[in-house]
């Protein structure tokens, strides 16, 4: 909510605490056929997206989770040359996956044409890929794309908001089940997982066993972002392959020159828990 | 600040952002000789210590910073007998360096008798080992204290407030100096370092060159504490003798039982930064 020229990201999902970004100028209010949005600058943070109430994305930090989520699976894959975004509207995801020069197509699913209309107008650097000639856009359900779908790719990443809104179905088993089902063989899916060990673990345990009913190599990676509650978001990354090796990157890959987030040493580091949650989560 | 039944972390050290915990029942304020003091129970933290307008310490999620400010040198150490603590008048330190059964004597240097006296009466779980046998309390400027040693230590950890307030001398060189004269050969010194990668990476660079001015070997670490600035806090890790590797265990290390957050995994992991962390500090 905006008061005393302040955002306050108060939510049910994280109650009794929340963070406040000072605002600099109210840039965008609206409300589309899916959800609430806001735009505004922010003082220190750079322009600032918000969805339902919840920050998506701000200027100043948003290449940490934009690059894990994305170069997560495309460095544990090979040769990654077919890549699917559901959702991912800001535009961040086809930033990083266009650093790839192996991948040859990018198709992306976003059900709210909004989101992509207004990145482009305040967020021009998270939106700067969608005209490049590798990148096809469909404005559509993700999971409907999903359950009509016929193509395989090497790697998907689910880009969503919170499963409290438009993005409830894509945390489902019988979505991950379509993502199995449009990958690959050798395929890496990366999600987001909403919840980060510092919140609700069982809701995390829980998640990360409705992948393991799908997925026979599941990974829970961390990626730390002031912005996001508690100061990090965890993020789901899944193999069709028992075999794959998610938490490094394969053999002889060349990591994109520019990256700001991500480095071998980072993907390694991702994946390990402090003790408390790794006991809860694999117990 | 408190209003509306919320305390509100405003501070001129991250501008434009802000942490707010909601409160159950204010349980203590009041004004030392030193600081502001603040404790609250809040309604999904635990009970709150606020020094100067900032979080220190919630009983959620304190375990993360204690542990490993104390676990990273204890561990990186052979065998570590004699360890100061200056600081850490909440007690949390002295808890984790007690678990270490081959520490033989633990001096601790806190300034302020009426954190240590509000922290038995409101953060017991920490406040726990003031009573160990083992363990020595001077009431006592730090920098004073070490100023006039003539003691030699294994391990010496720095859990100061921030620099904005009464541990402003525990960020000079010449502090570093004293921590140095003050470390038997072999010796490591861990710092809080107050600033993250987030907020003022220039502060932080210098900060980690006034150390290296006086350690051959220094090594930032970072923390994930939620109610912490941006969700993080960094360790500067200084050794005596360069040959000291910072980042791993010392060789047949037994970890103690009881931890939650420490492990060897994150002992390594803590030391990794993004890329343009690392860029910046180390050009």
Not at 268 to 274: C, K, T
Request: net charge negative.
């Amino acid at each position: 909510m905006l008061e005393n020229g302040w955002f306050r990201e108060e939510n049910e999902s994280w109650n009794g605490q929340s963070l406040s970004l000072q605002v600099d100028k109210v840039l965008y209010v609206g409300k589309t056929m899916f959800q609430d949005v806001l735009v505004f600058r922010s003082t220190n943070y750079g322009n600032v997206l918000v969805l339902d109430g919840v920050i998506q994305a701000t200027e100043r930090d948003e290449f940490a989770y934009q690059e894990m989520i994305c170069h997560l699976p495309l460095m544990s894959h090979p040769n990654p040359k077919r890549v699917l975004v559901v959702g991912g509207g800001d535009g961040g995801c086809l930033r990083e996956v266009v650093k790839h020069a192996g991948v040859e197509t990018i198709e992306m699913v976003e059900i709210d044409q909004t989101v992509v209309d207004l990145a482009k107008r305040f967020l021009p650097n998270m939106a700067c890929a969608f005209d490049n000639p590798r990148v096809t856009l469909h404005i559509a359900d993700g999971f409907e794309f999903l359950a009509n779908n016929q193509s395989k790719y090497d790697v998907i990443i689910s880009d969503t908001s919170d499963p409290e809104g438009p993005a409830e179905k894509l945390f489902e088993e019988s979505y991950f089940q379509l993502l199995s089902d449009a990958l690959a063989p050798g395929g890496i899916v990366a999600m987001q997982a909403s919840e980060n060990v510092w919140l609700k673990l069982d809701i995390l345990k829980s998640l990360q066993e409705r992948c393991k009913n799908v997925f026979p190599t599941v990974n829970y990676a961390t990626v730390c972002v002031p912005t996001y509650t508690s100061g990090q978001l965890g993020m789901m990354i899944c193999a069709k392959d028992p075999q794959t090796n998610l938490q490094a990157p394969a053999a002889k890959k060349h990591i994109p020159e520019d990256v700001r987030y991500y480095n071998e040493g980072i993907h390694r580091a991702s994946f390990v828990l402090p003790t408390f949650a790794k006991k809860y989560i694999n117990n």
